[in-house]
């Protein structure tokens, strides 16, 4: 894969499910192409989104095959391989190689504590054993490990490792990222909080993976597009446009809200897997109030765009 190709807003798809938690291989088909048509520059396949930590080897795979069945080389699918230990990572990451996915996202691994020099060695082990690209994937609050920037800095010495997504949050270590991989041109660092967007690419960011994008995409990827064309105050327009969804997060897990945003969209994904599917009928009433207001909200952005 062309490391230029990873920018842009990439999308971590939801997983379809049916009544019985089963993969709705259907849905997911409709969910690639609905983000396609939508202008999205990537799937990212079974991630928090994807409710990668509530899928066996199996289910993995079966998603990766469909969602790669269905974009047909369109766009570049990313697959979430990372796992607790170095021995399931490197399972999962040999087996997205071989389905097919252009690069690879791996999660910290999570649980127990781990050392920056267990950190940066679970990283090397892993990109040793592929031949594609890897992306790791810092989100201490899921994960309870976080990539120093000094541990960054040692990763861009390994060629295949080419780009980080940073879900920390904290735009201070985004720029530490940033700062500490100047050195590699061709490495990419992706905002993984959807709020910090224009943020990062203003500060040199290549994009980032967008987990609002499930629910609004045509507003995610404007905010990429916008940019890219030199307009920083439309770009600034749809980014702030998410910000009343964002607010709903307060209601539960986000990657819940979001499964329910899409299901009230009127799009059969279904929720997330038990016990992580339960939302409180206040939260449920402002979702739904919310979503009623998109296409109000649509209409506005297009009037933006044209007297703009």
């Avoid at 990873?6 to 291989?25: A, L, S, W």
């Avoid at 369109?74 to 697959?79: D, E, L, N």
């Avoid at 021995?87 to 690069?103: I, K, N, P």
């Avoid at 045509?218 to 600034?236: D, K, L, M, P, W």
Wanted: aromatic share 10%.
């Amino acid at each position: 894969m062309d490391v230029n190709k990873i920018c842009g807003i990439i999308v971590p798809i939801v997983t379809p499910f049916t009544p019985d938690e089963r993969i709705n291989q259907n849905e997911l088909r409709r969910q690639v192409n609905r983000q396609i048509e939508n202008g999205i520059h990537g799937i990212f396949c079974f991630g928090t989104n994807g409710e990668g930590y509530a899928l066996n080897y199996d289910e993995k795979k079966l998603v990766l095959e469909t969602v790669i069945d269905e974009v047909r080389g369109r766009v570049p699918v990313y697959a979430g391989t990372g796992c607790v230990t170095t021995r399931e990572t490197l399972r999962e990451s040999r087996m997205a190689q071989d389905v097919g996915a252009d690069a690879l996202s791996v999660i910290t691994p999570s649980f127990a504590v781990a050392s920056q020099d267990e950190i940066y060695e679970h990283y090397r082990t892993v990109a040793a054993a592929v031949d594609l690209p890897v992306i790791f994937y810092n989100i201490p609050a899921r994960t309870g490990n976080a990539i120093s920037s000094a541990t960054v800095a040692r990763l861009t010495d390994i060629d295949n490792i080419v780009g980080a997504k940073d879900s920390s949050g904290n735009f201070q270590n985004l720029l530490a990222y940033l700062n500490v991989t100047k050195k590699r041109p061709d490495f990419k660092v992706l905002a993984g909080n959807d709020q910090l967007i224009l943020w990062n690419l203003l500060a040199g960011g290549a994009g980032a993976i967008a987990g609002c994008a499930n629910v609004f995409p045509h507003t995610i990827v404007r905010i990429y597009e916008c940019f890219a064309a030199g307009n920083v105050e439309q770009a600034r327009f749809f980014q702030d446009a998410i910000q009343d969804f964002r607010d709903t997060f307060k209601y539960g897990n986000p990657n819940t809200i979001i499964k329910a945003a899409v299901a009230l969209s009127g799009y059969d994904v279904g929720p997330c897997r038990a016990p992580f599917n339960t939302i409180p009928e206040e939260g449920i009433a402002a979702i739904r109030n919310i979503m009623e207001k998109n296409l109000f909200q649509f209409m506005l952005q297009k009037i933006w765009l044209d007297t703009n």
